[in-house]
């Protein structure tokens, strides 16, 4: 049997970035290398490189979300981007979108354990869960699926005038233009790569940004939209 992979300490620009939350994001990443890896979320391969490329990578995505705005992480899996993203703003209610029970069990267990009390742990789909959950300002999403199927996904879940940010790597600039129709059905109006997280993390987190008008989805989303808002109503009033 393999040996664990150990933790290294944390990075001075950690201190920095979770401020008064770092003793939590410290906390976070023994999870992730301890439970999460155990539990089959995390490879063992990366915990030499948690606070680098997952933590730190995913923390500085506040750098580009509006204050005080609903957030929903699609596919949140191990928590990445959302509670690095909770760590640090506060100011956020943000919803960890998660469909497989043990990483939503761990999911709980984080939120609970470090008193995220602005977060709030689904379980579902984001096919199954539009209707159900109220549209969101802002939908995050990291290493879930190429951005033409991420973005049938995600766009649907937003408000109007709501956009979604996909932490992408090197591929982001091909992935956009291959799903510029896509994106453009589906209600974006406007579409930009971002780099943040200067003089934390290297290289720079890349960002896909994609704003929407007044329809999220389209009008194919519009109508389901409405037919599982009837559906809810219906559900209420029995």
Request: glycine share 10%.
């Amino acid at each position: 049997m393999t040996e664990a992979a150990e933790l290294p300490p944390a990075p001075e620009q950690a201190r920095d970035v979770f401020g008064e939350r770092f003793a939590d994001a410290v906390r976070y990443a023994e999870l992730l290398a301890e439970a999460g890896v155990q539990r089959g979320l995390i490879g063992p391969r990366e915990v030499p490189r948690l606070w680098e490329r997952h933590l730190l990578n995913c923390a500085v995505l506040s750098e580009v979300v509006p204050e005080g705005v609903t957030v929903c992480d699609v596919g949140s899996g191990a928590g990445l981007p959302g509670i690095p993203l909770a760590l640090v703003r506060d100011d956020l209610k943000i919803t960890l979108l998660e469909p497989l029970l043990r990483r939503t069990n761990f999911l709980t267990e984080v939120v609970e354990l470090l008193g995220l009390d602005h977060v709030t742990v689904v379980r579902g789909r984001a096919e199954e869960v539009m209707g159900k959950l109220p549209p969101v300002h802002v939908v995050t999403a990291r290493a879930v699926a190429p951005l033409d199927r991420l973005a049938t996904w995600g766009i649907p879940l937003l408000r109007p005038y709501g956009e979604m940010l996909a932490l992408k790597g090197d591929t982001a600039e091909e992935e956009l233009k291959s799903a510029a129709s896509a994106l453009s059905k589906l209600g974006a109006v406007e579409t930009s790569i971002l780099h943040v997280g200067e003089g934390v993390v290297d290289p720079l987190s890349t960002v896909v940004r994609v704003e929407v008008g007044e329809s999220p989805g389209g009008v194919r989303f519009a109508a389901k939209r409405a037919k599982a808002a009837r559906t809810g109503r219906a559900r209420r009033r029995r």
